[in-house]
Nanobody, 120 residues
């Protein structure tokens, strides 16, 4: 069984910073990719950033230059450093991971979601 646990959301003023963490645990053989999606009220879920094997990264255009995704392979943990936050970044952020388990099953796993609110 694989679990993802997120932390780090909260309330921040425009221009501020937050760091999200996502820790994977369980019967993990290999993590192919980790990242975050976000969903604002009344909007579809959208990809924010992802980091793949070999540390290749992909960002949504709306966060390029402001957000940085990184990964600690030894801890099976990904981080999303969010700087210069804007009110339009307000959303529930969901961590995901593409994981190959010890039993040979590969699947997508999701965290519980964490609220990020950018407001003065």
């Amino acid at each position: 069984q694989v679990q993802l646990v997120e932390s780090g959301g909260g309330l921040v003023q425009p221009g501020g910073s937050l760091r999200l963490s996502c820790a994977a645990s369980g019967s993990i053989f290999n993590i192919n990719a980790m990242g975050w999606y976000r969903q604002a009220p009344g909007k579809q879920r959208e990809l924010v950033a992802t980091i793949k094997s070999g540390s290749r990264t992909v960002y949504a255009d709306s966060v390029k230059g402001r957000f940085t995704i990184s990964r600690d392979n030894a801890k099976n943990t990904a981080y999303l450093q969010m700087n210069s936050l804007k009110p339009e970044d307000t959303a529930v952020y969901y961590c995901y991971a593409d994981i190959l388990g010890d039993e040979g099953f590969r699947g997508d796993y999701w965290g519980q979601g964490t609220q990020v609110t950018v407001s003065s």
